[in-house]
């Protein structure tokens, strides 16, 4: 059923039928015993245990929501075949008593960015043709820990081709050859930003409930931020990269994408833990993983006491973006925050600079030795090699586009030859800024985290490998998100669920997309189906 009704998903109606689509069947949905859209892991289990909701019919509900909304939004690339088998399978195991009591993620539907291994039915491609039909040799290490928890593997969400490593400033945000342009749900012309777009879209559109994301510089902070979801990026290390497409392993790390905190850090705990093919990250960054979980820290008095250093962004024209973050800062106050404003991160002007921090250097020598030895150890592919991959963009330039938008990053990266003095001049000061920036800065100051407007706090985070969560903080006039940001040091995961939580609590800041559109013009909606 699902294969078949989906394989034309990318060629369906303009927005118009779209949105009356939409209003009808929420109005349908929202009558019955359950309401689907917005619903959290929480709501789910319960309706699961009051016998009000299947897993079957939860993920009919997210390959309708895929059919109706993917045509415009293009936030997921393929859907796994098996789904619904695996549904019914989580439907049996709840029914028998004697396997009680699950897992929070038992039976729900999760996607998963298009560079995260399955070993199924379901292709891994990091966006490009040049990977499809290749087979990878197991799933990833999230997917093994997802698959323990009873998770339902729904799909392959879109991104940014190749990390948009192959041409950086090129590539489009959230274009990829195999899925085309992912469309921000709240304004079609706004920016998806960020890598793991199709993760940010899909589950902004509730089209699926959680979503697994990558982030090496920004990729899951940017597009939750934009997308108005709550994107999670955990320390390096404190997940498995084992069987993910890579950039750069000091760097990469795998995270949550949720509508709430609680569904991120749901989705956190189950891929946290050591990896033996992820050895040397995993068994380092498994100390910082607390006693009885992450769900403890989910406190609504989570921020009282807690030192927040404020980092400020260059002044924006927008000034409600100014004054939202002046009334949240007042709400972190309230709660019980010392806030400790107007804070300078050392060296700012070269961390926020890849050119200059050393981090492109790195990343440049990084990425192709990593890709390499990913691509070699794959059952079968096209490319076994950068230098294939490279040369499957100028064999097939229409597919890929590579007129238009080039691959110059991955023709700068095979150029280099392994990680030679200059690489390693650029780790330490890498290392160096990170040291004498964020870490000093938290330390003299005695902060628990830091807290900045958007995503500026990337950058730093990006360098260290330091965890970071930016929960919805509003819109602007026009309908787009924006986010705020807490960031902390290394294994400090269970003070920023506790400030995030306390902070999303409230405000709850959170509406979905096209709420203002069908309040405005349901009457409309309704009457020209």
């Known amino acids: 059923m699902a294969s078949a009704r989906l394989t034309s998903i990318l060629l369906r109606p303009p927005i118009r039928l779209l949105i009356t689509t939409i209003f009808i069947s929420c109005l349908a949905i929202d009558a019955q015993d359950f309401t689907f859209q917005e619903a959290t892991i929480d709501d789910i289990q319960r309706a699961f245990a009051e016998n009000r909701l299947t897993s079957v019919q939860l993920v009919d509900f997210y390959l309708r929501r895929i059919e109706t909304l993917n045509p415009m939004l293009r936030g997921v690339l393929e859907i796994n075949p098996d789904a619904r088998e695996r549904a019914a399978e989580a439907d049996r195991e709840r029914s028998d008593l004697s396997r009680l009591p699950l897992a929070p993620l038992h039976g729900v539907p999760v996607l998963l960015k298009d560079t995260i291994a399955t070993r199924d039915k379901m292709n891994t491609t990091a966006g490009s043709h040049a990977l499809l039909g290749s087979v990878v040799p197991r799933d990833a290490g999230v997917v093994e820990k997802l698959r323990s928890a009873g998770a339902v593997i729904l799909g392959k969400a879109s991104l940014t081709e190749w990390y948009s490593f192959r041409a950086l400033g090129k590539i489009p945000n959230g274009w990829c050859a195999r899925g085309g342009q992912g469309q921000n749900p709240y304004v079609l012309s706004g920016e998806t930003w960020g890598s793991s777009s199709g993760s940010a879209i899909s589950v902004a559109a509730n089209m699926v409930a959680v979503s697994l994301g990558s982030e090496t510089h920004g990729s899951i902070l940017c597009p939750s931020d934009h997308n108005s979801v709550v994107g999670f990026k955990p320390t390096v290390g404190l997940t498995s990269r084992a069987g993910v497409i890579p950039i750069l392993p000091q760097l990469d790390t795998v995270g949550p994408i949720a509508r709430t905190v609680s569904d991120a850090v749901y989705l956190l705990e189950a891929i946290v833990g050591y990896d033996p093919r992820d050895d040397e990250a995993t068994s380092e960054a498994a100390k910082y993983i607390p006693e009885g979980g992450y769900k403890q820290f989910l406190n609504q008095d989570g921020v009282k006491g807690k ?185 400090t995961e269970p003070k920023l669920i506790e400030i995030a939580y306390a902070f999303e609590q409230a405000t709850l800041a959170r509406r979905p997309p096209f709420s203002r559109s069908l309040e405005m013009n349901k009457e409309f909606y309704f009457a020209s189906a």
């Open 307 to 491: 030192r927040l250093g404020v980092i400020r962004q260059p002044s924006t024209n927008k000034s409600i973006f100014i004054s939202a973050f002046e009334s949240h800062l007042n709400t972190l106050r309230e709660r019980g925050a010392m806030i400790v404003d107007d804070l300078e991160i050392p060296s700012m002007n070269i961390i926020s600079n890849p050119g200059k921090s050393g981090e492109l250097t790195t990343m440049l020598a990084g990425f192709k030795i990593s890709v390499n030895e990913y691509l070699k150890e794959l059952v079968a592919s096209p490319v076994r090699s950068l230098a294939d991959v490279i040369a499957f963009n100028e064999n097939n330039p229409e597919q890929e586009k590579t007129k238009e938008y080039g691959q110059h990053t991955f023709i700068a990266s095979e150029r280099t030859n392994g990680m030679g003095q200059k690489e390693r001049q650029a780790i330490e000061l890498m290392k160096k800024l990170s040291r004498d920036g964020i870490e000093k800065t938290m330390e003299e100051n005695k902060l628990d985290a830091i807290v900045t407007r958007g995503t500026y706090c990337v950058s730093m985070l990006a360098l260290g490998g330091y965890p970071g969560i930016t929960v919805p903080a509003g819109y602007d006039s026009n309908g787009m998100p924006f986010g705020i940001c807490f960031g902390g040091l290394k294994g």
